[in-house]
T-cell receptor, first 116, second 113 residues
Framework: DTGVSQDPRHKITKRGQNVTFRCDPI?????LYWYRQTLGQGPEFLTY????????KSRLLSDRFSAERPKGSFSTLEIQRTEQGDSAMYLC??????????????FGPGTRLTVL | DAKTTQPPSMDCAEGRAANLPCNHS???????VYWYRQIHSQGPQYIIH???NNETNEMASLIITEDRKSSTLILPHATLRDTAVYYC??????????????FGQGTILTVHP
């Protein structure tokens, strides 16, 4: 257990439905990242927050995807109008960034999404 | 971030050292080499990182060549629980740096009894 939790662990949905995932980072960590991983591939970066500010989004994050981190604590990732191509493992990670800190990211167990 | 190249798979006997190579010939002067691993059905786990000097921690050792164009992760006494995908990543270290991790395909290490 890394201290990063994700909910739910598994989600099965039908094409066209909306889904929302939650990530609870390690409490003192100011950075939070979302990655997506498909079978046989390494994780791909989606977006990242420094406190509550979303500082970058990947081109992979289409308009159907939105992420928030209210109050700089937990984060949610919502996918609207899901498509079969959205089926993947969605990973959340957090880190403590600042002078003297290095980029050790702590990953949660992931949410596996299956779109039927 | 600089691109890395790793062999797709490697085998190792339990109790022996596992040496995992990584090429990163386009690494820039302020970029670090990080290693993460991912055991089946889990999120990636940090192992070790370095800039130019060799590093050692309780999990592994990292050997970086003098020209910094390649590195080797060494698991000194591999166990069955070290079977995983190992990712070599080049990125900024943190602080004011961005910190995004760019994962490649990694090396599937299989440790045999």
């Amino acid at each position: 257990d890394t201290g990063v939790s994700q909910d739910p662990r598994h989600k099965i949905t039908k094409r066209g439905q909306n889904v929302t995932f939650r990530c609870d980072p390690i409490s003192e960590h100011n950075r939070l990242y979302w990655y997506r991983q498909t079978l046989g591939q390494g994780p791909e970066f989606l977006t990242y927050f420094q406190n509550e500010a979303q500082l970058e989004k990947s081109r992979l994050l289409s308009d159907r995807f939105s992420a928030e981190r209210p109050k700089g604590s937990f984060s949610t990732l919502e996918i609207q109008r899901t498509e079969q191509g959205d089926s993947a493992m969605y990973l959340c990670a957090s880190s403590l960034a600042g002078l003297g800190q290095h980029n050790e990211q702590f990953f949660g167990p992931g949410t596996r999404l299956t779109v039927l | 971030d600089a691109k890395t190249t790793q062999p797709p798979s490697m085998d190792c006997a339990e109790g022996r050292a596992a040496n995992l190579p990584c090429n990163h010939s386009t690494i820039s002067g302020n970029e670090y080499v990080y290693w993460y691993r991912q055991i089946h059905s889990q999120g990636p786990q940090y192992i070790i990182h370095g800039l130019k000097n060799n590093e050692t921690n309780e999990m592994a050792s990292l050997i970086i060549t003098e020209d910094r164009k390649s590195s080797t992760l060494i698991l000194p006494h591999a166990t069955l629980r070290d079977t995983a995908v190992y990712y070599c990543i080049v990125t900024g270290a943190g602080g004011t740096s961005y910190g995004k991790l760019t994962f490649g395909q990694g090396t599937i290490l299989t440790v045999h009894p």
